[in-house]
């Protein structure tokens, strides 16, 4: 059974940073590209970031690029989101993602109905 859990969300004033972690078991990580999402209140989930097998493919929603990185250590199974010069508008709930198929190509990175596998979130608040 595939488990994801986050860590590292928090209160953060604009501006600031923070890192998140999401660590997985329950299959082969590094077989398996990984991704991260968000959810504010009152939207739809959306795309933040993904990141291909063995990390030399990281992959930006547009919103996000130059601000956010994402980076895995396959031997410690996690993927993290190292974020940046963050505004109120990055407040969320930031979900970990992992596909149903280890062949999902950079072309789906974005597409939430690739992911089937999900961790329970970690709040993100921007806020002075």
């Avoid at 600031?16 to 660590?23: D, E």
């Amino acid at each position: 059974q595939v488990q994801l859990v986050e860590s590292g969300g928090g209160l953060v004033q604009p501006g600031g940073s923070l890192r998140l972690s999401c660590t997985a078991s329950g299959r082969t990580f590094s077989n398996y590209a990984m991704g991260w999402f968000r959810q504010a209140p009152g939207k739809e989930r959306e795309f933040v970031s993904a990141i291909n097998w063995n990390g030399n493919i990281p992959y930006y929603a547009d919103s996000v690029k130059d601000r956010f990185t994402i980076s895995r250590v396959n031997a410690e199974n996690t993927v993290y989101l190292q974020m940046t010069s963050l505004k109120p508008e990055d407040t969320a709930v930031y979900y970990c993602a992992g596909p149903r198929d280890q062949n999902m190509g950079v072309i789906s990175y974005r597409d939430i109905r690739e992911y089937g596998y999900w961790g329970r979130g970690t709040q993100v608040t921007v806020s002075s």
